[in-house]
C-alpha cells in the first residue's frame, strides 16, 4: 500500500527558508515519480516540481524556480522540498503525491498522480 506523508511545515518569515519531507512507503523512487503541489485557499492546487531515481533536470513552477529545490534519497524513498527566500505568495498548504512511471525513469508534472499525503501547512509572514 503506497503511503506519503509529508512534514516540516510551518511559520517562516519572508526571506526565510523551510526544508520539506515526503517519508513514504510501499512505492520506490526508481518506479514511482514523487510530486510537490501547493494549494493556497480560493486558488487552484498548482504542481511544483518532481522527483524520480532517473530525474537528472527536475522540472520547477516559474513561481518558484531559482528558489526552491527538489531532492529524493532513494535509500529512504523519501522526497524533499528545500524552500529558500520564502514569500507571503507561498503561504499555502503543501502537498507531495506518487505517480506511477510506467516504462519511463525521469518525472514529469503531467503524470496522473494518484497517491496523495495529508499536506503540510506553510505560513510566510512577518
Known amino acids: 500500500q503506497v503511503q506519503l506523508v509529508e512534514s516540516g511545515g510551518g511559520l517562516a518569515q519572508p526571506g526565510g527558508s523551510l526544508t520539506l519531507s515526503c517519508s513514504t512507503s510501499g512505492l520506490s523512487l526508481d518506479k514511482y515519480a514523487i510530486g510537490w503541489f501547493r494549494q493556497a485557499p480560493g486558488k487552484e492546487r498548482e504542481g511544483l516540481s518532481c522527483i524520480s531515481s532517473g530525474t537528472t533536470s527536475p522540472p520547477y513552477a516559474d513561481s518558484v524556480k531559482g528558489r526552491f529545490t527538489i531532492s529524493g534519497d532513494n535509500a529512504k524513498n523519501t522526497a524533499y522540498l528545500q524552500m529558500n527566500n520564502l514569500k507571503p505568495e507561498d503561504t499555502a498548504v503543501y502537498y507531495c503525491?506518487?505517480?506511477?512511471?510506467?516504462?519511463?525513469?525521469?518525472?514529469?508534472?503531467?503524470?496522473?498522480?494518484?497517491?496523495w499525503g495529508q499536506g503540510t501547512q506553510v505560513t510566510v509572514s512577518s
Open positions: 503525491a506518487a505517480a506511477w512511471m510506467g516504462v519511463k525513469s525521469w518525472c514529469e508534472m503531467s503524470f496522473y498522480y494518484d497517491w
